[in-house]
């Protein structure tokens, strides 16, 4: 009997290139893309997610974004809020710090995706994650790759995380 | 029951399962029994992290495993992953946390959707600043919603954007976009393959020939990337501009020029941007079609670095962006009718001309034009100036490469924009126009002799020729002093000052004993520096 609260867990989305993608992504890319995607963990009242900087935490749909474009439901968690915080300053301190950002490999929606599977077990969808390989694929983008590898996304508007909201 | 695992337990189960424990560092493997509860577990995993059993949380499908569960409970089965916290202290403000954030979740959706609601009712009608050609590029954007309609979202993006300064800064930082920038073949591919720039390039073809042009395509680009830059040029634009307001007819030619370029383009560009990014092509065209029709500064030239107007800075904000795609438009653009008009109008303006000339694009366009004598000469000889005068005309062509080759020669234009040295230039053709008008026979064969300047320190055998062959005869006289004023109002690209430019033969004729500096001055001038002819003409007119 789960007599443990339960907090809802979701997922939003952003299209970084605010439709642009959709557009120009078949004469850039050669294929279509639509969206340049960027996700957040939203548990506990807070977004949650990875960038440049680290993991930042802010007001959902608190960064310059906006709101999101689309809101994936996760299910339920019971993990609680100190427990997660914990989960997550372990994670920035780790394989989450800000210098190991990576474009393509290591990215806000690697990071959503882990936290998901943590918080709830579910992966976060598919295009979403498939996306680095998708532009990877294309000659454009392996020509850009050099640029583009040299690129931290990191939406302001959030706060860095560091764990307690500051106590430590 | 056999009992193959590894692992020591009470249970009585005998399959043993392996279980990924994973914690935010590390991962580590466990083989448990299947129906070996959390508490155990607990213990494994304890002894393995060296951690207290109190400090371990297990999660596994978004539940925390209690104590007294079971794996199997859970449908913990082989190869799954269970996470691992490790705890450190509570903390006391966990309740009032919790408390607050389920409150805020729930206002954090509400104001959510109602933000959605309240962006996507925003009119899509408002003009954007013309950021279309810009915003097409800066992909990495961050404002505004999705919107299907491309029009619609660029709309909404210029709105954000242009609401937002700091965000425009930071696209523009953003070393992608920036890159991105910097490479005009992308650029062109990216503006090309707009169709609606196709329909703007079907209907304007000198945009098709702008984006061929790699040189200026850069230009613009460095315009694009670099904010003081274009704000500078635009600035000269639109004190061009209304410089060309001010002048008699001025008006009319602007009005001219507009309905026959801006308002096809304008249509044309609404249809896409809803705003007109070519707006500063006109102001381009002003400044940039005046290259080919030098006039004499008759005013004193304005001060170049004098702080714009209020009105132009409200026109130059709203045009900033649109500079983007403008610059360099305006060397394709002679050749239409209503430029034609504008150069007539443009002659007459001095201050115009020094505007244009401290325009910093004027040298990347003197380049661009110099690689294409073609271009140049079709723009030459479409000046309404020539086209009463064949003869004209005809030197002009022959003069081009050579004059476009001195106006490369930086310290021609470094002289042409000193205003001094321009205004010395202007009182000496002011004072040949005097003679002329007070004493034409006093200088006979004196035609032309401005258009000869053109050719500078080359050789003009084709004037030389041309005024031995008209030196009688008092209607020959007429003829040249016409003739010269028609010249003197004309084209002069050539504005470096005449006794710098024959120095040289200015010590020659004096070593041959023509003493006289100053008619030597003048002959030289009439000859444009043939020094043959001027010793021709010096004998001719005056006993040395």
């Known amino acids: 009997m789960d007599q443990s609260t339960v907090y809802p867990v979701k997922l939003y989305v952003y299209d970084m290139s605010k439709g642009m993608a959709r557009q120009l992504s078949p004469i850039m890319l050669g294929k279509q893309l639509d969206g340049i995607w960027h996700t957040a963990i939203v548990v506990h009242g807070d977004e949650f997610f990875y960038g440049g900087e680290g993991i930042s935490s802010c007001q ?36 989450y710090r800000g210098d190991r950002y990576r474009l393509f490999e290591h990215n806000c929606n690697t990071f959503s995706n882990e936290v998901a599977q943590f918080l709830t077990g579910a992966k976060i969808p598919a295009y979403i ?40 | 029951m056999a009992e193959s695992g590894e692992t020591p337990g009470p249970s009585s189960d005998p399959k043993i399962i392996k279980v990924t424990v994973k914690t935010p560092k590390e991962k580590e493997e466990f083989a448990v029994p299947e ?91 408002s003009s954007p600043l013309g950021l279309g050609g810009l915003g097409g590029l800066a992909s990495l954007s961050g404002l505004g919603m999705n919107l299907s309609n491309f029009s619609e ?22 070393p992608f976009v920036q890159n991105m920038l910097s490479n005009p073949d ?33 230009q613009t680009l460095e315009l694009a990337r670099n904010p003081a830059m274009m704000q500078e040029m635009m600035r000269n634009q639109d004190r061009a501009l209304s410089n060309l307001e001010s002048i008699p007819g001025g008006y009319n030619a602007l009005r001219r020029m507009y309905t026959d370029i801006q308002e096809p383009m304008l249509n044309a560009a609404q249809e896409q941007f809803g705003g007109n990014p070519f707006a500063s092509l006109v102001n381009n065209l002003a400044a940039g079609g005046s290259q080919p029709s030098r006039t004499e500064n008759r005013d004193p030239l304005p001060n170049p670095w004098a702080p714009p107007a209020a009105s132009s800075q409200t026109s130059s904000s709203a045009s900033t962006t ?74 002009m062509r022959q003069q081009l490469p050579v004059s476009l080759q001195q106006m490369q020669n930086p310290e021609t234009l470094s002289a042409m924009s000193n205003p001094r040295a321009v205004q010395a230039l202007l009182q000496i053709q002011q004072g040949l126009q005097t003679l002329a008008a007070e004493a034409p026979g006093f200088i ?3 035609g032309q002799g401005n258009v000869g300047g053109v050719g500078g320190t080359g050789s003009t055998p084709s004037i030389g020729s041309d005024t031995s062959s008209q030196g009688s005869g008092e209607t020959g006289q007429q003829q040249f002093v016409q003739q010269m004023l028609q010249a003197l109002a004309s084209p002069n690209p050539q504005m470096q000052s005449p006794e710098v430019r024959f120095q040289q033969q200015l010590e020659q004729l004096s070593a041959m004993g023509f003493l006289n500096r100053e008619a030597n001055l003048q002959a030289l001038i009439a000859t444009g520096g043939d020094v043959n002819a001027a010793i021709e003409r010096l004998l001719g007119s005056q006993p040395s």
């Open chain 1, 60 to 95: 959902p749909g608190g960064t310059v974004l906006g709101a999101p474009n689309t809101v994936v439901d996760l299910g339920t968690t019971e993990v609680t809020e100190e427990i997660f915080m914990d989960y997550l300053t372990s994670l920035g301190e780790s394989t």
């Open chain 1, 129 to 168: 994650t498939d996306l680095p390989s998708e532009v990877l694929s294309t000659p454009f983008g392996q020509a850009l790759r050099p640029i583009l590898d040299s690129i931290h996304i990191q939406p302001p508007g959030g706060n860095h995380f560091n764990g307690h909201y500051g106590q430590r």
């Open chain 2, 35 to 125: 129906n070996s509860t959390i508490k155990q577990f607990k213990e494994d995993i304890s002894k393995r992290f060296k951690t207290q059993i109190d400090q371990l949380v297990l999660i596994f499908a978004g539940k925390i495993l209690k104590d007294q569960d079971s794996l199997s409970q859970h449908a913990i089965h082989d190869g799954m992953t269970v996470h691992l916290v490790m705890k450190t202290q509570t903390r006391s403000q966990d309740h009032a946390a919790q408390s607050s954030s389920s409150s805020t979740s729930s206002s954090a959706a509400a104001s959510t959707e109602s933000r959605s609601t309240s962006t996507s009712s925003m009119p899509a009608s």
């Open chain 2, 153 to 174: 979202l660029q709309t909404q993006m210029q709105q954000q954007l242009m609401s937002n300064p700091e965000m425009m800064a930071q696209i523009m930082e953003n």
């Open chain 2, 186 to 218: 992308l650029m062109r591919q990216l503006i090309v393959a707009n169709p609606q720039m196709q329909q703007l390039i079907q209907r304007n073809p000198e945009i098709s020939h702008m984006l061929n042009n790699p040189d200026i395509m850069r």
């Open chain 2, 322 to 395: 649109t500079a983007a795609p403008s610059p360099g438009l305006g060397a394709g653009m002679f050749n239409t009718p209503g430029m034609q008009s504008l150069l007539q109008q443009i002659t007459e303006n001095p201050q115009l001309m020094q505007n244009m000339l401290s325009a910093p694009y004027m040298r990347s366009m003197m380049n661009s034009l110099s690689h294409n004598p073609d271009l140049a000469a079709q723009m030459m000889l479409n000046n309404p100036l020539f086209s009463g005068n064949p003869q004209l005309q005809e030197q």
């Open chain 2, 444 to 446: 006979p064969g004196f």
